[in-house]
């Protein structure tokens, strides 16, 4: 089984002006595409080859699991966001949010807490639990919620690839832009049935 790069849900400069085609040319083509070419690698002519990528980032650790990880979690990163996203959600998703956090507003000041101040590279996470409740959760680096028995509803990617291009170092004016972006339908899909992993 060879590790295919899912294509993109979009155009490359769908996501401007809130996230350049220059920073999606670059973080699709190179980051994420760099990870899955090194995991095929990694993988050939090994028992890594016979398994998916939700078995990967499942069962491996170490390199196997960072490379697979961040392929999982940089296809779900761009299916959260859409032209012409953003705004509030609606829906069981919106009552689910109220129901976790008070109110959307609260829940994004949180989740933009969270994003701005994580510390080194990693990821922002809204996730549910089996009971149901929302939480926001910060993965160091390649983690993912799902192997911590969190169903991923949406994400943001804060590694400073993510936005160097088009906001330098300033993480803060990355995560209010992408806001702009946010693909509500996908998350209220993840909160419905989880993710494939």
């Not at 990967?56 to 490379?67: A, I, R, S, Y």
């Not at 609606?90 to 994003?115: C, H, P, R, V, W």
Request: with cysteine; proline share 4%.
């Amino acid at each position: 089984m060879s590790f295919v790069l899912p294509p993109l849900p979009y155009a490359k400069d769908a996501l401007a002006p809130h996230i350049s085609a220059e920073t999606v040319e670059f973080h699709y083509e190179k980051h994420h595409r760099g990870y899955v070419v090194k995991l095929n690698e990694l993988a050939q002519g090994t028992d890594l080859a016979k398994k998916s990528l939700e078995e990967v980032v499942k069962t491996e650790k170490g390199k196997p699991f960072n490379l697979g990880a961040q392929i999982w979690n940089h296809t779900f990163y761009w299916n959260g966001m859409k032209a012409n996203g953003g705004g509030a959600p609606t829906g069981k998703l919106l009552e689910a949010i109220n129901k976790s956090f008070g109110s959307f507003d609260e829940f994004k000041k949180q989740f933009t807490d969270a994003a701005v101040n994580h510390f080194g590279s990693g990821w922002a996470w809204l996730v549910r639990d089996e009971n149901n409740h929302l939480s926001i959760w910060q993965g160091h680096d390649a983690e993912n919620p799902a192997t911590h028995g969190k169903v991923p509803v949406l994400t943001c990617d804060v590694w400073e690839h993510a936005y160097y291009i088009d906001y330098r170092n300033n993480r803060a004016a990355y995560v209010a832009a992408w806001w702009n972006l946010v693909n509500w339908e996908f998350a209220e899909k993840n909160l419905a049935g989880g993710s494939k992993l």
